[in-house]
């Protein structure tokens, strides 16, 4: 069964560039994909397509058989709690403690505080911040700030896992440590789609590679 | 519904702590409103307290007709007669000078005028009251009796109560007016704080949105906050007010007195009070919606 879906899908800016040019595939529930390519390719607006952060120009995107751009205005906020975004930006909010950071996610969907406390220890135990709760996120490394991406990401639970270039700026070790935290999440089930412009980490994990030019794949 | 009231109680404590991190520029924003809500609650006051003296005093044209001495009593008679048939006549009532002097004796407090005097100054009188707050028939009247070979003097006695009344209702208008307007500027102010407000949180807002935050969730905090101030504003109004009404009450008393009148500004009541405080916060709340609406439809 897929989970993703994309049916000729076309991604205009204005301006007229074309980030994504008519597009087709398919990603199975639990599976992990990698997205490769250089910068510019259309690695990014891919994965916000999916998302529902970018609204295709035409074609069709499909997540969990939804279509993205039929949603409302308010069932699509809904439809983004199955989603675990890890931002190429990080997107972590300074005016607030490791601790706050992570528990964002829950506080949106509502959870009630002693349910929330136990599930923003375990992701941060996960990713291996344990102890720097109180921290401010300024004090944190920046492979240390990429860990808490990840534990705001799946604190959740989300279905769907998309990363942005998550282990770009980081040498090797680094980045292994990240890719078998998200080997980690696939193995209890997760779907995992994530972006890199560097293929040799891929080579090693043996999954299926999308190669991405100009907005179309390669072989 | 517990996890309704939870998100409650999350974005009012966030609010809070929020007001009490900024102090400075909380408590001027809240001086801000206050002032905007106690200058149309003081003008309103005023109104109120003239509007109450005003209602005590005759507005029906009265119009007294003072007779010169030693006239005919049938004449008289016939005057009367005369006058009490016209048209647009209330009521016509002969007031002869000796009940005319006990009256003065009892509005001045002395018992023996006469004993000083000799001799009874006051002249007859007729008390002549109109229906109808015309002018033009009062001044009709005034001048046509003024010529009456009984009549020594004409005076119309309620021209000042009319005035009062009419600037009262000159009073009302401004009110609304200066109310309106300034209803417009605490919407405006409190949603030009908002906006400032989410321009310093837009990241936030731009996480919380891409995890999957509802309009509701994101407008929740800047909704709370603006209540809250409305809600602080209001009272802080009342209590503006408050303090207004004790430094300028000596005054008004006085000039009450010199007109012969017991009067002074009254706080009022608590329905009042939390009236304006229902007013500032409903003002400061949709500004707070509009602005909020304003930077969330920019997405889908």
Known sequence: MSTIQFQQVTKDYAGGFTAVKNLSFEIASGELVFLAGHSGAGKSTLLKLIAGIEQPTSGTVLVNKQNLARLSRSSLPYVRRHIGLIFQDHKILFDRSVYDNVALPLDIIGFDGREAKRRVQAALDKVGLAGKEKLNPVALSGGEQQRLCIARAVVHRPAILLADEPTANLDRDYANDILELFKSFHQVGVTIVISAHDESLMADYGRRILRLKHGQFTA | ?300
Request: include cysteine; glycine fraction near 6%.
């Open chain 2, 1 to 300: 519904m517990k996890h309704w009231f939870r998100l409650h109680t999350l974005a009012l404590r966030h609010t809070l702590l929020g007001l009490l991190r900024h102090p400075l520029s909380s408590l001027l924003n809240l001086l801000v409103i206050a002032i905007a809500a106690a200058l149309p609650l003081l003008l309103w006051l005023v109104l109120a307290s003239l509007a109450s003296v005003s209602n005590r005093l005759p507005v029906e044209p009265q119009i007294s007709v003072f007779l010169k001495n030693g006239h005919d009593v049938a004449a008289t008679k016939a005057l009367e007669q005369e006058l009490a048939a016209r048209k647009g006549m209330a009521k016509v009532r002969f007031v002869p000078r000796d009940e005319a002097l006990r009256q003065l004796e009892g509005a001045t407090g002395t018992t023996d005028l006469l004993a000083g005097l000799g001799e009874n100054p006051l002249p007859d009188a007729f008390v002549l009251t109109l229906h109808g707050t015309d002018a033009a028939p009062v001044e009709a009247l005034h001048a046509e009796l003024a010529r009456h070979p009984l009549v020594e003097e004409v005076q119309v006695d309620s021209a000042w109560a009319q005035r009062l009344e009419r600037l009262v209702a000159l009073g009302r208008s401004v009110f609304e007016v200066l109310a309106g307007l300034l209803a417009l500027a605490l919407a405006l102010i409190t949603g030009n704080a908002i906006r400032m407000q989410i321009l310093t949180r837009r990241e936030e807002i731009e996480v919380a949105r891409l995890i999957g935050a509802t309009d509701a969730f994101i407008r929740r905090p800047f909704i709370h906050f603006a209540a809250v101030q409305g809600v602080l504003g209001g009272l802080l109004a009342c209590g503006v007010v408050a303090l207004l009404l004790a430094r300028l009450n000596p005054a008004v008393s006085e000039l009450a007195q010199a007109y012969g009148q017991q009067f002074a500004l009254q706080l009022p009541d608590w329905r009042v009070l939390l009236a304006v405080c229902g007013a500032t916060t409903l003002l400061t709340w949709s500004g707070a919606w509009v602005a909020v609406w304003r930077h969330l439809r920019q997405w889908r």
